[in-house]
């Protein structure tokens, strides 16, 4: 019974199968003759024709773009005499320095400034307490008028022995001790003159005074403290700003340059801000180190500046230009014109007919936003100062104002409407 069963259903498993095969040779033979059968997707798509149509299309909006005209900055060169100058940075430093130290040992008792305010050569700093120094005074000329009393004694016998050992009423041994005891005497009153002095002076060491003009910083021991006469730090700092020092680094290979123009007259240096570069402060170079730094290849100079608006601060890092002399008739350009490629530095030179052309050029020295153009430019050559990492060879430009034009004739702009309103009757 078993076995009939499996007979029965591995027969149909073939039947089924062999079903299966010829439905799918039909289905293949009735594809392949009856074209019109075929999925009617093709409608769908876009035919060769409209699709080069649209790929043309597509191809005319890219050219037109491509032939947009880049909006730019540009800038005419001109001529002019330039400086020829040495940048670096410097830094302030006070014309003089002086710590105040106390030279005797005492007590302050008085500080007679507020921190912070400036001081005259000669004016009273400090008060330290003056008693035992005048005590100190007082004795030692007591033991002068002692000792100058006893001289005047002996002097006295020194005559009268004299007298007697003339009419030899004494030894001349006896006149002679008596005369080496005056002299011992005069002696010790020179002492005691020396030892006033000296206790004056300790006198005047309890009454400070300032050696310089300039400005005193932080009080840096307070009214009622113990100061020493070796303490290691100051009571306070002076420092003198009126007139005052910048000092800075150029590189070695400056040198010749700069002794050159030093035989020739006397430098400029100009001292300026990255908040106001506009107005920088002028001075002179004073100084040149006597050797070059060999751990950084540079030579320390030093200028000095009259600082009479004191913009210029003790420990202040500013821009320096030091000016060796002047380039006249030189063609110069914003320095953003220029660009940097493969062959080297170039500008963008506009056209006649609003296209540009890209020019290899030579720079001398730069300054101040300017750079001197020595070789590939002439002046009043236009060049694109602004947008040229749209531009390249050829491409066709369209100059824009700036934004401080548009602003200028923005601000024109509401100065008439403000006008016309106030005319206005209505």
């Not at 100051?234 to 680094?249: A, D, G, R």
């Not at 070695?252 to 006397?266: F, K, V």
Request: hydrophobic content about 35%; some cysteine.
């Amino acid at each position: 019974m078993k076995r009939t069963l499996l007979l029965v259903i591995l027969l149909a498993v073939v039947g089924a199968f062999a079903g299966f095969q010829q439905y799918s040779s039909w289905s293949s033979n009735r594809s392949q003759n009856n074209p019109e059968a075929k999925p009617q997707d093709g409608a769908s798509r876009s035919s060769p024709g409209q699709s080069r149509a649209n790929n043309q299309g597509r191809g005319g909006t890219d050219g037109a773009r491509s032939r947009e005209a880049v909006p730019v900055l540009v800038a005419t060169a001109v001529k002019k005499t330039v400086p020829v100058q040495l940048r670096a940075v410097g830094n302030v430093e006070p014309y003089t320095t002086v710590s105040i130290k106390s030279q005797v040992t005492g007590v302050l008792m008085q500080a007679h400034f507020k921190e912070g305010q400036d001081v005259k050569k000669g004016q009273q700093l400090f008060t330290i307490d003056p008693r035992p120094f005048e005590a100190a005074l007082r004795q030692a000329e007591a033991n002068m008028q002692r000792d100058n009393a006893q001289l005047k004694n002996l002097l006295e016998q020194v005559r009268r022995y004299a007298e007697l050992v003339e009419k030899q009423y004494v030894s001349r041994e006896q006149y002679d001790l008596i005369k080496t005891n005056a002299d011992a005497a005069e002696a010790v009153v020179e002492a005691d003159k020396a030892a006033v002095e000296n206790a004056k002076v300790q006198l005047s060491y309890c009454y400070i005074y300032s050696p310089v003009n300039g400005r005193v910083g932080s009080l840096l021991v307070n009214e009622g403290n113990l100061v020493r006469v070796n303490d290691g730090a100051p009571l306070v700092v002076i420092n003198q700003v009126n007139p005052i020092n910048v000092t800075f680094s150029v590189p070695e290979q400056h040198l010749s340059d700069l002794t050159r123009h030093m035989n020739a007259g006397q430098l400029k240096v100009d001292a300026s801000f990255q908040s106001d570069e506009g107005r920088p402060e002028q001075g002179r170079l004073e100084f040149v180190d006597n050797s070059v730094d060999r751990s950084t290849g540079t030579i320390k100079l030093k200028a000095i500046f009259a600082n009479t608006e004191r913009r210029l601060w003790p420990g202040q890092f500013i821009n320096v230009a030091l000016t060796l002399t002047t380039q006249p008739d030189a063609v110069v350009v914003p320095s953003e014109a220029v660009q940097v490629g493969q062959e080297g530095q170039h500008v963008f030179v506009v056209q006649p007919d609003k296209r540009v052309e890209v020019r290899s050029v030579t720079l001398g020295t730069s300054s101040g936003g300017e750079a001197v153009i020595i070789k590939g430019l002439a002046a009043g050559e236009q060049i694109v100062r602004e947008g040229q990492f749209l531009l390249g060879p050829g491409s066709r430009i369209e100059i824009k104002e700036s934004a401080v034009s548009q602003g200028k004739e923005e601000k024109t702009d509401r100065k008439a409407k403000a006008k016309a309103q106030e005319g206005d009757p209505s």
